[in-house]
């Protein structure tokens, strides 16, 4: 099993910054693509960054230029930073593993969640 530790969300105003971290540990042999996702209320959950073990980034046109992605493979940790909040990028934002564990299986993992608010 996989356990996966996110932290670092929280209440900031509009134009503000918040770092979020997510750490895995257990049964991992190594760690192919980390990733964000975030649901609003009443929506579905959607993707905000991914990066993989290579350190090649992808993410969402909407937080393009303010978030930035991050990984230390050395602690199995993957790291948001997001600047300028805006209200719109209120969620609970999810980490997301993609990893391979020891016994050479191909397994998905999904964080608690994190809640953001951009609020005034």
């Known amino acids: 099993q996989v356990q996966l530790v996110e932290s670092g969300g929280g209440l900031v105003q509009p134009g503000g910054s918040l770092r979020l971290s997510c750490a895995a540990s257990?049964?991992?042999?190594?760690?192919?693509?980390m990733g964000w996702y975030r649901q609003a209320p009443g929506k579905q959950r959607e993707l905000v960054t991914t990066?993989?073990?290579?350190?090649?980034?992808n993410y969402a046109d909407s937080v393009k230029g303010r978030f930035t992605i991050s990984r230390d493979n050395a602690k199995n940790t993957v790291y948001l930073r997001m600047n300028s909040l805006k209200p719109e990028d209120t969620a609970v934002y999810y980490c997301?593993?993609?990893?391979?564990?020891?016994?050479?299986?191909?397994?998905?993992?999904w964080g608690q969640g994190t809640q953001v608010i951009v609020s005034s």
């Open positions: 997301n593993v993609r990893l391979t564990d020891l016994g050479g299986g191909f397994r998905e993992y």
């Open positions: 257990g049964n991992i042999f190594s760690i192919n693509v």
């Open positions: 990066i993989t073990s290579g350190g090649a980034t």
